[in-house]
């Protein structure tokens, strides 16, 4: 006798959770992580590991195939970010030069930005896949 319940399961399906509602596509959390702190400084240098936290609940809700490479690239982002802010700091005690330190401040923010975004690129585009799956399992049901 043969079973008709025969059904297909794509590999990288995602495993979702129970707060299904909670999840938002990923590239939203690009953008509120770019005009966001343009209205609203968050406190405790939120604006840079906020996205970056979000990111990683976001895919974990999602039951991301790609979750272990997404939270490594949010770390290893957020290290980058931290490593720039401790090397700027220990420059700044190095240097006792306030003309050099006035200077150099924009580039420092620059870098910063430049880590953030390339960061939420990174994470959120690799993301998108299983948002993607989890779009179209959503609509089958």
């Known amino acids: ?26 590239v939203l959390i690009i953008f509120a992580g770019i005009l966001v702190p343009i209205f609203w400084t968050p406190p405790l240098g939120g604006k840079f590991w906020m996205p970056l936290l979000w990111l990683c609940v976001n895919g974990y809700l999602l039951g991301s195939a790609s979750f272990k490479k997404e939270v490594l690239f949010c770390v290893a982002g957020g290290l ?10 220990f420059y700044v005690t190095q240097q006792g030069d306030a003309a050099d330190i006035q200077q150099l401040a924009p580039y420092l923010r620059i870098t910063l930005n430049g880590l953030l975004f390339t960061t939420l690129y990174l994470a959120a585009f690799t993301q998108s896949k299983a948002f993607n799956l989890f779009l179209y399992i959503r609509k089958r049901q």
């Open 80 to 89: 980058a970010i931290f490593a720039s802010m401790v090397a700027f700091g």
């Open 1 to 26: 006798m043969e079973n008709n319940n025969s059904s297909y399961h794509i590999i990288d399906e995602p495993k979702i959770k129970k707060w299904e509602h909670l999840i938002v596509n990923p």
